[in-house]
């Protein structure tokens, strides 16, 4: 039948002309998306000039690599186990210094704990109840003025008077004694309080005094020795001649043995 054969042919024909459209798209992809050739090459001559200096790296690392070794069996020799015992032992012994060391700090950070907690328990007790117990000594000796004593050393530190502070160590002779006098006093009295009476021992303590204030003084050892023993030594029996008090002499033993006065 030649029209069928003809509209076969023909239906092939506009097939073919689509697969050719396609085959020439795709064609046309191919082309676009295909490397260049020029680059491609570079890059291949780039990357065996790479491979070959990679062969020749790792042929000197492998010579590098055999000389160490080489050195390492010969240090072997050389006694290099014997002395990496000996740094392991220096550095043992280095940590056990260290230790007691750390354990010596920390004895000696805990005694000046102690210390400093001792010294303020000695500051509270003795400082406050001195004060109270000096007070009313000084007023009578100095009417209106105040003793501070040092908090550490609970000794006078500064007089204050007139609204002047005066340390105590720039004072006159006659003043310091003076004062020092009324705190062995004060003391006296405190512990006399506590129940642990001690007596007032003064050996020539007033030799700097005028006679106005020495009889002041005698006045308040007076008073104070109504409650507390007092013992006075001194050589200056005129300037102590009014103070009321039990007299003792020491007098040469007799030959026989016995008492030669009272």
Same mark, same amino acid.
Do not use: W
């Given at each position: 039948?030649?029209?069928?054969?003809?509209?076969?042919?023909?239906?092939?024909?506009?097939?073919?002309?689509?697969?050719?459209?396609?085959?020439?798209?795709?064609?046309?992809?191919?082309?676009?998306?295909?490397?260049?050739?020029?680059?491609?090459?570079?890059?291949?001559?780039?990357?065996?000039?790479?491979?070959?200096?990679?062969?020749?790296?790792?042929?000197?690392?492998?010579?590098?690599?055999?000389?160490?070794?080489?050195?390492? @069996?010969? &240090? /072997?020799?050389?006694?290099? +186990?014997?002395?990496?015992?000996? %740094?392991?032992?220096? !550095? *043992?012994?280095?940590?056990?210094?260290?230790?007691?060391?750390?354990?010596?700090?920390?004895?000696?950070?805990?005694?000046?704990?102690?210390?400093?907690?001792?010294?303020?328990?000695?500051?509270?007790?003795?400082?406050?109840?001195?004060?109270?117990?000096?007070?009313?000594?000084?007023?009578?000796?100095?009417?209106?003025?105040?003793?501070?004593?040092?908090?550490?050393?609970?000794?006078?530190?500064?007089?204050?008077?007139?609204?002047?502070?005066?340390?105590?160590?720039?004072?006159?002779?006659?003043?310091?004694?003076?004062?020092?006098?009324?705190?062995?006093?004060?003391?006296?009295?405190?512990?006399?309080?506590? @129940?642990? &009476? /001690?007596?007032?021992?003064? +050996?020539?303590?007033?030799?700097? %005094?005028?006679?106005? !204030? *020495?009889?002041?003084?005698?006045?308040?050892?007076?008073?104070?020795?109504?409650?507390?023993?007092?013992?006075?030594?001194?050589?200056?029996?005129?300037?102590?001649?009014?103070?009321?008090?039990?007299?003792?002499?020491?007098?040469?033993?007799?030959?026989?043995?016995?008492?030669?006065?009272?």
């Amino acid at each position: 039948d030649p029209g069928a054969a003809l509209g076969q042919l023909q239906a092939r024909l506009e097939q073919e002309a689509v697969d050719k459209a396609k085959t020439a798209e795709a064609a046309a992809i191919l082309e676009r998306e295909a490397p260049d050739l020029e680059a491609a090459q570079t890059r291949v001559s780039r990357l065996r000039k790479a491979e070959e200096q990679a062969a020749t790296r790792t042929a000197t690392l492998r010579e590098d690599l055999a000389g160490l070794e080489g050195q390492i @069996g010969s &240090a /072997a020799d050389t006694g290099t +186990d014997e002395e990496l015992a000996d %740094t392991v032992q220096q !550095r *043992i012994a280095a940590e056990a210094r260290r230790d007691a060391i750390l354990f010596e700090v920390a004895v000696l950070n805990r005694l000046r704990a102690a210390l400093e907690e001792a010294r303020a328990q000695a500051r509270d007790t003795y400082v406050a109840p001195v004060t109270a117990e000096l007070r009313p000594l000084l007023a009578q000796f100095l009417p209106g003025a105040e003793l501070a004593l040092d908090a550490d050393a609970v000794l006078p530190s500064e007089l204050h008077r007139g609204g002047l502070e005066e340390p105590f160590a720039g004072l006159s002779g006659g003043m310091r004694e003076q004062i020092a006098l009324l705190v062995r006093l004060a003391f006296a009295r405190m512990l006399a309080r506590a @129940g642990r &009476a /001690a007596p007032v021992i003064l +050996d020539d303590a007033i030799v700097f %005094t005028d006679d106005a !204030r *020495i009889e002041r003084l005698f006045d308040a050892l007076t008073h104070q020795a109504q409650d507390l023993q007092i013992i006075v030594f001194s050589c200056r029996q005129n300037a102590f001649r009014s103070l009321p008090a039990n007299i003792l002499s020491v007098v040469p033993a007799a030959s026989d043995g016995s008492a030669a006065g009272d």
